[in-house]
């Protein structure tokens, strides 16, 4: 989840090329449906697609059982504090794409010690 993060930052301070008031809001793509409506991509919503899609691959990480599992939870963690302190501290975080990004590391935490604790309690074995 650290790359929907870095990914952010680098489209706010205007790096990636896309500039306006709002970025997020840039349509890349728009489609006439056959309902007669028309269908726009925003950058935000691929934004938003793709940290779904890198949250799935968190989540299926999570439900390998190693000794790396416990420094994946701490650095889930690490990324979900530092979405935290941004959303608080940085102006232009104060957008609902940013939030809802955050609240995404957060499942990612749920998620992990959720899927961990599970396992973990298959493995005991009363002899």
Do not use: C, Q
């Not at 896309?18 to 991509?41: C, F, I, K, N, Q």
């Not at 190693?66 to 232009?92: G, K, N, T, W, Y």
């Amino acid at each position: 989840m650290i790359v929907p993060l870095v990914v952010f930052n680098l489209v706010i301070a205007g790096l990636a090329g896309v500039g306006g008031a709002d970025p997020w809001a840039t349509e890349l793509y728009s489609m006439h449906m056959l309902s007669g409506g028309t269908w726009r991509m925003t950058l935000g919503d691929l934004m938003m697609v793709l940290s779904l899609a890198l949250l799935f691959f968190e989540i299926m990480k999570s439900a390998r059982t190693s000794d790396a599992s416990v420094i994946d939870h701490l650095l889930s963690i690490f990324v979900f504090v530092a979405f935290l302190v941004e959303f608080l501290l940085v102006p232009s975080a104060s957008h609902s794409l940013f939030f809802i990004l955050m609240a995404m590391a957060f499942f990612d935490i749920l998620a992990g010690f959720t899927v961990s604790l599970r396992s973990a309690g298959r493995d005991v074995n009363f002899r």
